[in-house]
Structures are given as C-alpha cells and as structure tokens.
C-alpha cells in the first residue's frame, strides 16, 4: 500500500474546500484503490470534508496538528480526544511548527494521546535527531530547506535519512518538501519511499490527482 497526504495547511477557506473536494470527487479514479489518500484540513474544515469523503476507497480525514493535553479546562486546545470520530489521521513534528518551538517532549505527548484515540499520527522529522527511540508508524522525511521552496531534496539523501533511521518492519516511510508530479518518479523507483506527504502541489486538486497517478 503506498501513501498520499496532501497537507493544505493554513491556505483555505470552506469555500476553497468544497471547491477542492468537488474537483477531487470528479476526477478520483479506481486505478487508486491501492492508494492510501489522506486529506490534512484545518480543524474548523475537518467535519464537513469527512462528510463529503464518506464512502470513497481509501479516502481519510488527518487532522495537521494536536494539542499535547488529552482533555480537560484548556480553552483553544483541539485535542485527541475531540478529534475522535472525526479524524483518522494526525500530522505531529511538522518542521513548522518545530520551527515555532514545538518541543519533542511535547510532540511525544501528542503521539501518546493520538493513539489513546485511536487516531493515526503521521510523524513529521527533518534530521534522524528528530526520531523518537522505539517509535514504529509512519514516518514523513521533510529536508527544512526544501519545504515550500520548489527544490526538492535529492532522492540519494533521502535514502540515505532512510537507512539511519532503521524503522521497524511495521514503520512506513514517506518523503516530503516540494514534491511535485514532476519530480515523483525518482523516489518512487524506490521501494522504501512509500509515498508522500504534498504542501503546495496538493492545493490544486488536479495537480494533486497527477501526483496520485503516478503513484
């Protein structure tokens, strides 16, 4: 099973939402039964994206972000536990948020209580350095200085973060920062890349769809 995430961050309004997954519904193909997609929304849009996504083929809400409390009195936190139901999937450690100060210890309490929840995280690193001890699931390589730039890290160093890390058998690695479907290929000739996790080129859902033929 190959992965497809496509991360919108902060970009869209609900309007650009059910703009995106119209396009997305109109021109999703069985050939991508074998895919895993993952859509990453902001948290106000995640409701009604699970709706609309409700009965396609391996199609999956992700939250882009949680707080690192489980529940309790703490206005503005979007929790694990209130994404029960709603998301299936969670980004945690992307770079920028590290950037912002996230901390791993507060990115460990993410992990934990995602699983609590029964929700999926999908850990964001930028170097081995960022790779918690013992941790198996699915792993997202993001180089900092390719994130958002169109310059895409060279497939050598990826495989080369790859073999550092020494993932479990049940780990599944994904690569990310300006992957295009320009550029795709190249990671895809190797069967350790298990797919990608898509900034800038997921915002337009065709272009996104091209990334998921190549797939």
């Not at 895993?36 to 396609?56: C, M, Q, V, Y």
Request: glycine share 6%.
């Amino acid at each position: 099973m190959k992965y497809l995430i496509a991360n919108w961050k902060a970009h869209k309004t609900l309007d650009d939402v059910k703009d995106w997954i119209k396009i997305f519904k109109e021109n999703l193909s069985s050939e991508f039964d074998q895919t895993t997609i993952i859509l990453a929304a902001s948290t106000p849009h995640l409701s009604f994206l699970k709706n609309e996504i409700e009965g396609l083929s391996n199609v999956y809400c992700s939250a882009q972000s949680v707080s690192d409390v489980y529940d309790g009195s703490y206005t503005g936190e979007v929790t694990a536990k209130a994404l029960e139901g709603i998301a299936s999937y969670c980004i945690v450690g992307h770079s920028e948020r590290r950037t912002k100060g996230e901390t791993q210890e507060q990115i460990d309490a993410q992990i934990s209580n995602l699983k609590a929840s029964k929700i999926t995280p999908i850990l964001c690193i930028r170097t081995v350095d960022d790779f918690p001890t013992g941790y198996s699931g699915i792993v997202a390589y993001e180089h900092p200085e390719a994130i958002g730039t169109g310059n895409n890290t060279d497939v050598n160093v990826v495989m080369e973060v790859f073999k550092n890390l020494n993932l479990s058998e049940d780990s599944t690695f994904l690569y990310g920062a300006s992957v295009d479907e320009n550029n795709c290929k190249e990671y895809l000739e190797h069967p350790e890349i298990k797919g990608f996790i898509v900034g800038t080129a997921s915002l337009n859902p065709k272009q996104f769809i091209k990334i998921a033929e190549k797939i």
